[in-house]
T-cell receptor, first 112, second 110 residues
């Protein structure tokens, strides 16, 4: 299995621009998670899906952030408009059981 | 305040030394997990401890779950440069979403 695939690996954009991060979970995993990692706050859960349905989005910082999962093999996290404080590494993870998480390699986002 | 407090935050040691890192909480967990994260990669699960007092070994790594299921420790014997990384503990309080500690950043110098 290829594991969780995230794209792009690196994204540099200017403040105010729209950013879309993509994730392909491991086939057969029913849960998909989006995390954000910074030095100051560590790994924070943003949102997670079960069977393509958003279950808990209480970690989404503000309305500028949105996430979708149109099918079992694809999810997006969108930031519009982006701000410098959104700079972080964004991880997607998938799981069969919600307990054992498999992480992608992350997207390093820099908002200038 | 973090749900899971990890200490120390940073640790730098010489190859061959032993070390212990800690994960503490005021909450009770049905299980706790340890992940290792290398630069430029996502965290990778090392172990899950489930029973209070449980000890699990993974080669030179020994994991222990506290009797009250509120804390855990990771002991590494004869550390090697390949052990370098960010060690994260994680747990799902009240069987909710998986939450992570801030991690211990370990550097093992050759």
């Amino acid at each position: 299995d290829a594991g969780v695939i995230q794209s792009p690996r690196h994204e540099v954009t200017e403040m105010g621009q729209e950013v879309t991060l993509r994730c392909k979970p491991i086939s057969g995993h029913d849960y998909l998670f989006w995390y954000r990692q910074t030095m100051m706050r560590g790994l924070e859960l943003l949102i997670y899906f079960n069977n393509n349905v958003p279950i808990d989005d209480s970690g989404m910082p503000e309305d500028r952030f949105s996430a979708k999962m149109p099918n079992a093999s694809f999810s997006t996290l969108k930031i519009q408009p982006s701000e410098p404080r959104d700079s972080a590494v964004y991880f997607c993870a998938s799981s069969r059981t919600r307990k054992k998480l498999f992480f992608g390699s992350g997207t390093q986002l820099s908002v200038l | 305040t973090q749900l899971l407090e990890q200490s120390p935050q940073f640790l730098s040691i010489q190859e061959g030394e032993n070390l212990t890192v800690y994960c503490n909480s005021s909450s009770v967990f049905s299980s706790l997990q340890w992940y290792r994260q290398e630069p430029g990669e996502g965290p990778v699960l090392l172990v899950t401890v489930v029973t209070g007092g449980e000890v699990k070994k993974l080669k030179r790594l020994t994991f222990q779950f506290g009797d009250a299921r509120k804390d855990s420790s990771l002991h590494i014997t004869a550390a090697q440069p390949g052990d370098t990384g960010l060690y994260l503990c994680a747990g799902a309080p009240n069987n909710n979403d998986m939450r992570f500690g801030a991690g211990t950043r370990l550097t093992v110098k050759p």
